[in-house]
């Protein structure tokens, strides 16, 4: 019965920052693994980065490796995409999605100048 809300998204210009939250409630959140995807337009939906409970594993997509950090805090149920480096092909709707196999509505981020 957990819900995830997703917020930090917006309009930024290339090489410009953002960072995502996923805020949690209605479950033990610290327990479980949560990820990041994205779906651009016409695209299906991809993986970005997820992290593990214990935030000791962390995996990202190629694409987004050296650029994009992902990170939690248990204690405010809350898990953070921190975005660097933005490219355009970065424009997605980004969804949160916890480890009780369920997902956020979403924030749009778009890479454009």
């Known amino acids: 019965q957990v819900q995830l809300v997703e917020s930090g998204g917006g309009l930024v210009q290339p090489g410009g920052s953002l960072r995502l939250s996923c805020a949690a409630s209605g479950s033990i959140f610290g327990i479980y693994t949560v990820a990041w995807y994205r779906q651009a337009p016409g695209k299906q939906r991809e993986f970005v980065a997820s992290?593990?409970?214990?935030?000791?594993?962390?995996n990202y997509a190629d694409s987004v490796k050296g650029r994009f950090t992902i990170s939690r805090d248990n204690a405010k149920n809350t898990v953070y995409l921190q975005m660097n480096s933005l490219k355009p092909e970065d424009t997605a709707v980004y969804y949160c999605h916890h480890g009780s196999n369920t997902w956020g509505k979403g924030t749009l981020v778009t890479v454009s100048s």
């Open positions: 992290i593990t409970s214990g935030a000791i594993i962390t």
